[in-house]
């Protein structure tokens, strides 16, 4: 985060205009607490994605932060009703769903928690992606937008052979066609979750 | 300001509606890249060939390597993945925020690296880089964050080291031309 701040300056910004991050842990343990440590480092915002995977390009590295920032635009943050990890774990971060700057949304992935941090339809990744669906269609009305504007989407499996069996249901909400990453992880920041999407959407 | 889909390209896309890259004004997302062949591979391989595939991308929406600002490289295990940092860091004229990141498994078994970019057409770059870390001077890959405009790409923090970049391959970018050849990324 320090390293973060030190770029930030470099290019005149700073760790507020920051709109979203992805964090890739080498291990859940810990992720918790990194999160409040990441937490302190702003005050509104970002959106953020958490996924875990078996290592960093340099061995002994245990957590990597990409990040998305803007300068000068005013930004919109929204957290719809629906839950969501940072509420239901009591997180008690400054980490939004969704944000939109300018015309353009990022957002928070989207992912098949329930209240209290419960997962839902537990090692059923169909069920998972539709409910992480509806999801994203709400935060993305809270902003003004559809699945239809998304542009770019970055899905997280922690199964990826079931890839798959979300193409028809993701297919729905996405006919005017985006760009798609989809990559394997070893798991997400909550057990039993399987999938999650990250997504930026123009307006 | 139109938002540009470029249309399908593989038959895989007409079923789940992606879109190699898709542009809206200056910025243009393109979809993660790989090597699309039937044979067993290996990284270094699997870089060229989704570099390949990016560059033919962004053609197609008028762009070029020159204008990826933030790129995510996505690797079946560490194997080749050093060499596959060089190989970029040769085919991007210009600075670009790169993260790598190690994964299970992409979406089939035989894919090994998968790139997604993020390029902003025409676009003044500010570079920063981050201290304790030294870059080999004025390499693509090398930087950890360009801002374009308001839009600020910041590359995953905490994998630098200085013996790990001084492997990286030295160009002259005023010549464009190369002084290593195809290994000389471990001159």
């Given at each position: 985060m320090e390293r973060m701040g030190s770029v930030l300056e470099q290019l005149g910004a700073t760790l507020d205009d920051v709109v979203h991050t992805t964090v890739y842990f080498v291990t859940s343990k810990g992720w918790r607490e990194a999160a409040q440590i990441r937490g302190r480092y702003f005050k509104v915002g970002p959106t953020s994605t958490g996924v875990i995977i078996p290592t960093l390009a340099e061995p002994g590295y245990l957590i990597q932060i990409d990040a998305i920032a803007v300068v000068g635009t005013p930004k919109q943050y929204v957290d719809p009703p629906t839950p969501n990890v940072v509420k239901e774990l009591n997180l008690e971060v400054p980490f939004r769903q969704g944000v939109k700057c300018g015309n353009t949304i990022y957002t928070s992935g989207p992912v098949a928690i329930g209240r209290a941090g419960s997962v839902l339809h537990p090692n059923d990744i169909a069920g998972q992606t539709r409910v992480a669906m509806e999801n994203l269609s709400r935060l993305l009305a809270a902003l003004g937008a559809t699945t239809e504007d998304v542009a770019r989407k970055n899905t997280y499996y922690v199964a990826v052979k079931d890839y798959r069996k979300t193409v028809p249901i993701r297919s729905e909400y996405f006919k005017t066609g985006t760009c798609a990453t989809g990559v394997g992880v070893?798991?997400?920041?909550?057990?039993?979750?399987l999938i999650e999407m990250e997504v930026v959407a123009i307006v | 300001m139109q938002i540009w889909r470029m249309a399908?390209?593989?038959?895989?896309d007409t079923v789940t509606y992606r879109r190699q890259a898709v542009r809206h004004g200056d910025v243009v997302y393109v979809s993660g890249q790989v090597a699309v062949e039937k044979r067993p591979s290996d990284t270094p391989h699997q870089t060229r060939m989704a570099m390949a595939n990016m560059k033919a991308v962004l053609a197609q929406v008028g762009a070029t390597l020159a204008d990826v600002v933030k790129t995510t490289s996505y690797y079946v295990g560490l194997e080749g993945l050093k060499e596959s940092v060089a190989i970029q860091a040769r085919e991007f004229p210009g600075a670009v925020a790169s993260t790598q990141v190690v994964v299970p498994a992409l979406v089939e078994p035989r894919f090994l690296v998968e790139i997604e970019a993020i390029a902003v057409v025409g676009a003044q770059k500010s570079v920063a880089r981050m201290p304790g870390a030294d870059p080999v001077g004025g390499d693509a890959a090398a930087c950890h964050a360009v801002r374009c405009g308001n839009t600020i790409y910041v590359a995953g923090s905490g994998r630098y080291k200085r013996e790990w970049w001084s492997r990286a391959p030295r160009r002259h970018a005023a010549a464009g031309g190369r002084d290593d050849g195809e290994n000389g990324e471990r001159a």
């Open positions: 070893d798991a997400l920041v909550v057990p039993g979750l | 399908p390209s593989v038959r895989w």
